[in-house]
T-cell receptor, first 114, second 111 residues
Framework: EAGVAQSPRYKIIEKRQSVAFWCNPISGHATLYWYQQILGQGPKLLIQFQNNGVVDDSQLPKDRFSAERLKGVDSTLKIQPAKLEDSAVYLC????????????FGPGTRLTVT | KQEVTQIPAALSVPEGENLVLNCSFTDSAIYNLQWFRQDPGKGLTSLLLIQSSQREQTSGRLNASLDKSSGRSTLYIAASQPGDSATYLC??????????FGTGTRLQVFP
C-alpha cells in the first residue's frame, strides 16, 4: 500500500511571496489533515477535510492560508503572502473515517521563509 | 482544552537499556492515543495506537499503556538499540478526530 505523498520536499521563498504544497493521501482514506510543525514543537493541526468538506479549520490563519481538496482525493495548501514565522515543516496525514483509525503521515515539506 | 506533555524532553542511554517515555494529557475524554516516531528531517511513523477501551498495546520491543483516569500513557522500549534514536511523540485524539501532540522526547541510544 502506497503511503501519503507530498511535494515538494523542500522550498525556500522570500517573505511576501506565495507557495503551494501538494498532498496525495492513501487510497480509500476519506479524512485528510494538514499540520504545521515548528522546530522543536509537536505538529499543530491547521485543517481537516472529510472527503471534500472542511471539518475543522479553527487554527488556520485564514488571512494568508488556504486549502482545498478537490474530488475528495488530492489536496493543496497555499500560503499567500508568506511571513518569516511560517518557516516550518508542513505535514499531510490521512486516515479512514472515524476516531478508531490511525493517522498516517507523509514525509512533509520543509518551508524556509527568508 | 486538551494539553499533552511529554517528559523527559531528552534522554540519552547506553545500548541495551530498557526505558520508559512518559506522556500526560489533561482531558481524560480521549478516544485513543497514538505514539509516533520522527527521525530528523522526516515525517512521522505511527508506532502504536491505543483505543480508550484498551489498557495497552504491544509491537515487538515496544509496549504502550494508557490510563485515562490518571491522564497518562507510557511507552516502554525494551533492550534499546542505536537504531531507536529518534524523537518520540504522543498524541491524544478527541471527538473531532483532532490529534493533540506533545512536544516529544528526543532519544539517543549510544553503542
Amino acid at each position: 500500500e502506497a503511503g501519503v505523498a507530498q511535494s515538494p520536499r523542500y522550498k525556500i521563498i522570500e517573505k511576501r511571496q506565495s507557495v503551494a504544497f501538494w498532498c496525495n493521501p492513501i487510497s480509500g482514506h476519506a479524512t485528510l489533515y494538514w499540520y504545521q510543525q515548528i522546530l522543536g514543537q509537536g505538529p499543530k493541526l491547521l485543517i481537516q477535510f472529510q472527503n471534500n468538506g472542511v471539518v475543522d479549520d479553527s487554527q488556520l490563519p485564514k488571512d494568508r492560508f488556504s486549502a482545498e481538496r478537490l474530488k475528495g482525493v488530492d489536496s493543496t495548501l497555499k500560503i499567500q503572502p508568506a511571513k518569516l514565522e511560517d518557516s516550518a515543516v508542513y505535514l499531510c496525514a490521512s486516515s479512514r473515517s472515524g476516531t478508531a483509525y490511525e493517522q498516517y503521515f507523509g514525509p512533509g515539506t520543509r518551508l524556509t521563509v527568508t | 482544552k486538551q494539553e499533552v506533555t511529554q517528559i523527559p524532553a531528552a534522554l540519552s542511554v547506553p545500548e541495551g537499556e530498557n526505558l520508559v517515555l512518559n506522556c500526560s494529557f489533561t482531558d481524560s475524554a480521549i478516544y485513543n492515543l497514538q505514539w509516533f516516531r520522527q527521525d530528523p528531517g522526516k515525517g512521522l511513523t505511527s508506532l502504536l495506537l491505543i483505543q480508550s477501551s484498551q489498557r495497552e498495546q504491544t509491537s515487538g520491543r515496544l509496549n504502550a499503556s494508557l490510563d485515562k483516569s490518571s491522564g497518562r500513557s507510557t511507552l516502554y522500549i525494551a533492550a534499546s538499540q542505536p537504531g531507536d534514536s529518534a524523537t518520540y511523540l504522543c498524541a491524544g485524539r478527541g471527538g473531532t478526530d483532532k490529534l493533540i501532540f506533545g512536544t516529544g522526547t528526543r532519544l539517543q541510544v549510544f553503542p
